[in-house]
Protein backbone atom coordinates (compact mmCIF):
# COMPACT_ATOMS: atom_id res chain seq x y z
CA UNK A 1 0.00 0.00 0.00
CA UNK A 2 1.47 3.37 -0.89
CA UNK A 3 1.01 6.34 1.32
CA UNK A 4 -0.35 8.37 -0.98
CA UNK A 5 -3.59 5.87 -1.59
CA UNK A 6 -4.98 5.54 2.06
CA UNK A 7 -4.79 9.06 2.48
CA UNK A 8 -5.95 11.82 0.06
CA UNK A 9 -3.73 14.82 -0.87
CA UNK A 10 -6.16 17.21 -0.04
CA UNK A 11 -5.94 16.12 3.95
CA UNK A 12 -2.12 15.88 3.42
CA UNK A 13 -2.25 19.41 1.78
CA UNK A 14 -4.43 20.58 5.41
CA UNK A 15 -2.21 18.64 7.57
CA UNK A 16 0.70 20.29 6.61
CA UNK A 17 -1.23 23.71 5.80
CA UNK A 18 -1.56 23.80 9.36
CA UNK A 19 1.39 23.02 10.61
CA UNK A 20 3.16 25.43 8.34
CA UNK A 21 0.59 27.90 9.88
CA UNK A 22 1.56 27.69 12.95
CA UNK A 23 5.14 26.97 12.53
CA UNK A 24 4.86 30.33 10.68
CA UNK A 25 2.77 31.82 13.27
CA UNK A 26 5.01 31.62 16.14
CA UNK A 27 8.01 32.16 13.46
CA UNK A 28 6.64 35.71 12.66
CA UNK A 29 5.23 36.48 16.32
CA UNK A 30 8.96 35.87 17.41
CA UNK A 31 10.17 37.30 14.23
CA UNK A 32 7.73 40.71 15.60
CA UNK A 33 9.33 40.34 19.01
CA UNK A 34 12.85 40.39 18.72
CA UNK A 35 12.09 43.35 16.03
CA UNK A 36 9.61 45.18 17.88
CA UNK A 37 12.96 45.51 20.55
CA UNK A 38 14.85 46.69 17.73
CA UNK A 39 12.49 48.72 16.60
CA UNK A 40 11.94 50.55 20.24
CA UNK A 41 15.88 50.44 20.31
CA UNK A 42 16.02 52.24 16.90
CA UNK A 43 13.13 54.78 17.84
CA UNK A 44 15.07 55.88 21.12
CA UNK A 45 18.43 56.25 19.32
CA UNK A 46 16.63 58.43 16.59
CA UNK A 47 14.33 60.05 19.31
CA UNK A 48 18.10 60.86 20.85
CA UNK A 49 19.69 62.08 17.86
CA UNK A 50 16.60 64.48 16.99
CA UNK A 51 16.73 65.96 20.75
CA UNK A 52 20.45 66.08 20.50
CA UNK A 53 20.28 68.01 16.86
CA UNK A 54 17.29 70.02 18.05
CA UNK A 55 19.49 70.99 21.01
CA UNK A 56 22.53 71.97 18.82
CA UNK A 57 20.09 73.96 16.73
CA UNK A 58 18.75 75.62 19.70
CA UNK A 59 22.40 76.32 21.13
CA UNK A 60 23.21 78.20 17.66
CA UNK A 61 20.03 80.02 18.03
CA UNK A 62 20.75 81.34 20.87
CA UNK A 63 24.51 81.77 20.36
CA UNK A 64 23.10 83.88 17.20
CA UNK A 65 20.55 85.67 19.57
CA UNK A 66 23.15 86.68 21.78
CA UNK A 67 25.59 87.88 19.34
CA UNK A 68 22.92 90.05 18.01
CA UNK A 69 22.00 91.15 21.66
CA UNK A 70 25.80 91.94 21.83
CA UNK A 71 26.02 93.97 18.79
CA UNK A 72 22.81 95.78 20.17
CA UNK A 73 24.32 96.31 23.34
CA UNK A 74 27.95 97.69 21.75
CA UNK A 75 26.06 99.82 19.36
CA UNK A 76 23.73 101.07 22.68
CA UNK A 77 26.64 101.65 24.13
CA UNK A 78 28.62 103.84 21.37
CA UNK A 79 25.40 105.81 21.19
CA UNK A 80 25.66 106.44 24.36
CA UNK A 81 28.83 107.39 24.38
CA UNK A 82 27.97 109.66 21.95
CA UNK A 83 26.06 111.33 23.70
CA UNK A 84 27.87 112.04 26.81
CA UNK A 85 30.31 113.35 25.19
CA UNK A 86 28.35 115.89 23.73
CA UNK A 87 26.37 116.55 26.85
CA UNK A 88 30.05 117.08 28.36
CA UNK A 89 30.91 119.64 26.05
CA UNK A 90 27.80 121.44 25.86
CA UNK A 91 29.07 121.42 29.91
CA UNK A 92 32.21 122.36 29.11
CA UNK A 93 30.88 124.91 26.99
CA UNK A 94 28.67 126.73 29.63
CA UNK A 95 31.53 126.42 32.10
CA UNK A 96 33.60 128.56 29.53
CA UNK A 97 30.52 130.91 29.29
CA UNK A 98 29.63 130.87 33.03
CA UNK A 99 33.69 131.71 33.69
CA UNK A 100 33.58 134.40 31.13
CA UNK A 101 30.73 135.76 32.96
CA UNK A 102 32.01 135.53 36.47
CA UNK A 103 35.00 136.92 34.88
CA UNK A 104 33.34 139.97 33.32
CA UNK A 105 31.03 140.05 36.49
CA UNK A 106 34.92 140.13 38.74
CA UNK A 107 35.98 142.90 36.43
CA UNK A 108 32.69 145.29 37.04
CA UNK A 109 33.15 144.61 41.01
CA UNK A 110 36.66 145.59 40.82
CA UNK A 111 35.42 148.73 38.49
CA UNK A 112 33.10 149.64 41.08
CA UNK A 113 35.21 149.21 43.82
CA UNK A 114 37.76 151.52 42.64
CA UNK A 115 34.86 153.90 41.82
CA UNK A 116 33.80 153.47 45.48
CA UNK A 117 37.29 153.98 46.67
CA UNK A 118 37.59 157.08 44.85
CA UNK A 119 34.44 158.51 45.82
CA UNK A 120 35.47 157.92 49.44
CA UNK A 121 38.88 158.88 49.16
CA UNK A 122 36.95 162.24 47.72
CA UNK A 123 35.22 162.31 50.47
CA UNK A 124 37.71 161.83 52.86
CA UNK A 125 39.43 165.06 51.52
CA UNK A 126 36.18 167.06 51.53
CA UNK A 127 35.82 166.34 55.52
CA UNK A 128 39.40 166.83 55.58
CA UNK A 129 39.40 170.33 53.70
CA UNK A 130 35.88 170.16 55.72
CA UNK A 131 38.05 169.27 59.51
CA UNK A 132 40.43 172.24 58.46
CA UNK A 133 37.54 175.12 58.01
CA UNK A 134 36.14 174.33 61.04
CA UNK A 135 39.67 173.98 62.67
CA UNK A 136 40.36 177.89 60.91
CA UNK A 137 36.37 178.57 62.25
CA UNK A 138 37.09 177.27 65.76
CA UNK A 139 40.30 179.30 65.74
CA UNK A 140 38.44 182.25 64.90
CA UNK A 141 36.00 182.06 66.97
CA UNK A 142 38.19 181.05 69.60
CA UNK A 143 39.97 184.60 69.23
CA UNK A 144 36.38 186.30 68.53
CA UNK A 145 35.79 185.20 71.91
CA UNK A 146 38.75 185.84 73.61
CA UNK A 147 38.65 189.74 71.86
CA UNK A 148 35.16 189.82 73.24
CA UNK A 149 36.42 188.24 76.45
CA UNK A 150 38.82 191.52 76.87
CA UNK A 151 36.80 193.92 75.72
CA UNK A 152 33.86 192.77 78.32
CA UNK A 153 37.14 192.82 80.98
CA UNK A 154 37.58 196.78 79.62
CA UNK A 155 34.29 197.31 79.70
CA UNK A 156 33.63 196.05 83.56
CA UNK A 157 36.65 197.72 84.30
CA UNK A 158 35.60 200.58 83.23
CA UNK A 159 32.61 200.20 84.75
Given at each position: ?70 KRFEALQREMNARFETVDKRF ?68
Amino acid sequence: MNVEESVPIAQIEEVVAKAVESRLQQAVEEYVKRNELRFKELSLIDRTVRVEEELRSLREMSERRFEVIDKRFEALQREMNARFETVDKRFEALQREMNARFETVDKRFEALQREMNARFEAVDKRFEAMDKRFESLQREMNARFVAMDKRFSAIQWMI
